[in-house]
């Protein structure tokens, strides 16, 4: 029986899925979740086209959670496709601001302390070795660095895609791992305060001080070093050897990026999921995860463009294709981007596009 006459719709903001053979609504701009049955299933399918309420069960619990509006869903402007706004919607806060309180200080920082000390019985590996061969690296020579003027670095900071077939040294190659992944600082790394030492501090930030990332160097021509695939140990700053490289050129991994074939070497940032996963157990902390690589890339490319040499990026790639390449255990470890360097001209279009530019000019 209608006892309303008043239309209720279904947000759009939910979705249906199944775990463990029982389907959930999820309502994510809500960041809730609720068992549904065959009644609510069809029930919530009639309030998808606008219905009137009833006076039962079924009517009373989907009142109850929320996910009715007064309208149809007004499609908001949005130029990706659901899975997009399902992830941004779905990790964007959903709660109001709090009222400014100080007195709150003292409670958020036992309840942080607090939540450090449960967490850190079961803390994951961070300090990773995947068990190779061992490659020795030089010792980073950072003197280059330290007399770079950071403006004119970040100023000469291009992406080419123009590479020379050309050798680069293993110095080269050492300082720029060392100076984008290495451990530095290690015994300063301590806490006042009673949180316990983990990890080790890199020269770019890190959500929440993880170093969730590992680099995997695909070394083409690097001289003194055998060409091949290799981990990079941070905190002992060494190679360790993962497979020979591949028949085939690197851009059949780059989704035929061909430009980046001539590159000396790239580094595959892989992230750790299990890391992020251990300390912030919600899906927000994919935004982070990203963030972190992006800020190791920028470090990759001033480090070595103040070496002299030519960047290259990219997140367009194979990825079940390289993280096979690397032995990842997925789903914990996945490649989430690619950098390289060589020696080139600096120029941003690839030859084929410049020849096609001159004809066309
Ligand atoms: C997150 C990200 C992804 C990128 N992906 C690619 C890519 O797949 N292929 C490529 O050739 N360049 C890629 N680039 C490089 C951009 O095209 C380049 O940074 C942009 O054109 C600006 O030029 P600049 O780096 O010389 O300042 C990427 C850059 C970033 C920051």
Redesign the pocket.
């Known amino acids: 029986m209608e006892t309303n006459e008043i239309k209720k719709w279904l947000s759009s903001d939910i979705f249906i899925f199944f775990k463990q053979g029982k389907p959930y609504l999820w309502d994510f701009r809500n960041h809730r979740q609720f068992e549904i049955s065959t009644e609510d299933f069809s029930r919530l399918s009639e309030f998808a086209e606008g219905s009137k309420i009833k006076q039962d069960k079924v009517d009373q619990a989907i009142t109850e959670a929320g996910i009715l509006t007064d309208g149809p869903s007004n499609e908001e402007e949005w130029g990706w496709d659901f899975l997009a706004r399902i992830y941004h919607i779905g990790t964007s806060h959903p709660n109001a601001p709090s009222p400014y309180e100080p007195s709150q200080h003292i409670e958020y920082a036992k309840s942080y302390l607090d939540f450090c000390q449960s967490i850190h019985a079961s803390s994951p590996q961070v300090l990773i070795k995947k068990g190779g061969t061992k490659n020795l690296l030089p010792t980073p020579n950072y003197q280059e660095l330290i007399n770079a003027s950071l403006w004119h670095t970040l100023v000469k ?5 123009d590479f020379y077939d050309e050798t680069i040294s293993i110095e080269s190659l050492s300082t720029i791992l060392g100076g984008t992944l290495g451990a530095v600082d290690r015994g300063h790394y301590d806490s006042p305060v009673g949180v316990q030492r983990f990890g080790y501090r890199r020269t770019s930030p890190s959500a929440g001080g993880l170093q969730a990332t590992e680099g995997y160097v695909w070394v083409r021509k690097v001289k003194d070093i055998t060409p091949g695939i290799y981990h990079y140990v941070n905190d002992e700053h060494y190679l360790e050897e993962i497979s020979p490289l591949p028949i085939d050129p690197l851009s059949t991994l ?2 035929n ?1 061909h ?2 074939d001539d590159l000396a070497f790239a580094i595959f940032f892989v992230a750790k999921f299990d890391v992020m996963w251990w300390k912030y157990p919600h899906s927000r902390a994919y935004r982070p995860m990203l963030m972190d690589i ?1 800020h190791l ?1 920028q470090t990759f ?1 001033l480090l070595a463009t103040a070496l002299g040499l030519q960047t ?6 194979h990825d079940k294709e390289i993280n096979n390449l690397l032995k990842l255990t997925e789903p914990k470890e996945q490649v989430i ?1 690619v950098v390289g360097a060589g020696h080139g001209s600096g120029s ?1 279009y690839d030859r084929t596009v410049r020849r096609l530019l001159d004809e066309n000019s």
């Open positions: 900071r291009q992406t080419c895609r780059l989704c990026q430009w980046c992006g890339s490319q290259w990026l990219t997140g367009y790639f981007f941003g």
